[in-house]
């Protein structure tokens, strides 16, 4: 349950977990987010959050939005219907959580690839940025392929 704030995942800030964690994440997650409809700011980071999760294919979220209040802790009854949607999980679609997997191995695919063109060209220090640039996005995802790629 994040109440009254909460920030993307997949920066440097917040990097990814390792593989095997990050897809347990991704498939057994249910995230809760309230926040008070006058705390544009809570609201605004809400809706990052909430991006960046889709972008990451986790899926289970649930926004309660507390009539009336500001940035405060969650009142009894916010807290209650949070504490009701965080005990009724929905797994997420196989076949959209697998579209998405597929989507993100893609991109990070892509972009190793790039990094070993780099190498091969003999732009090592082009390829050293990247790879920087790879481990702050994908985090745990990249590893332990960027790390290879950094002896390199």
Known sequence: ?????????????LPLPPRELFLQFQ??????????EQDPASLAADEQSI????EWCVFDMDIE???RK????ANPTAL??????????VEPDP?????????????????FQQ???????????????????????FGGLAAPRSLELAHK
């Open 115 to 137: 990094v070993e063109s780099l190498i091969a060209g003999g732009k090592h220090d082009d390829a050293q940025k990247l790879l920087h640039q790879i481990d702050a996005h």
């Open 70 to 73: 500001g940035h405060e802790s």
């Open 80 to 89: 209650s219907g949070a504490l009701r949607a965080l005990l009724n999980p």
């Open 51 to 54: 991006h960046s999760m889709r």
């Open 1 to 13: 349950m994040l109440n009254a704030g909460s920030d993307p995942i997949g920066t440097t800030e």
């Open 27 to 36: 498939k057994s997650t249910r995230l809760v987010y309230v926040t008070g």
């Open 95 to 111: 076949n959209k959580l697998a579209a998405c997997r597929a989507a993100v191995e893609t991109k990070l695919e892509t972009q």
């Open 65 to 67: 939005v507390t009539h």
